[in-house]
Nanobody
């Protein structure tokens, strides 16, 4: 059973920063792509950023230059550094990870990020 556990969410003022973490626990070999999505109230879940096992990254236009995704393969953990936060970044943030052996896409339970104006 693989679990992805997110942490680091919270309340921050506009212009502030937060760092999200997502650690994988359970029985698994390793992951290929790991990423972050978010879902604001009344909106669909949207892609934010992804990183391959080799370190290649991809970002949504809305967060380019403000957010940075990174990972520690030894710890099976993916991070999202969020700077210059805006009220429109308020959402529940979810991490995901695709297993190399199974190709199954795992999801975390989500962590709330609230940016006040």
């Amino acid at each position: 059973q693989v679990q992805l556990v997110e942490s680091g969410g919270g309340l921050v003022q506009a212009g502030g920063s937060l760092r999200l973490s997502c650690a994988a626990t359970g029985r698994f070999s390793s992951f290929n792509t790991m990423g972050w999505y978010r879902q604001a109230p009344g909106k669909q879940r949207e892609f934010i950023a992804a990183i391959t096992s080799g370190g290649s990254t991809n970002y949504a236009d809305s967060v380019k230059g403000r957010f940075t995704i990174s990972r520690d393969n030894a710890k099976n953990t993916v991070y999202l550094q969020m700077n210059s936060l805006k009220p429109e970044d308020t959402a529940v943030y979810y991490c995901n990870a695709r297993g190399i052996a199974t190709n199954y896409l795992y999801w975390g339970q989500g962590t709330q990020v609230t940016v006040s104006s």
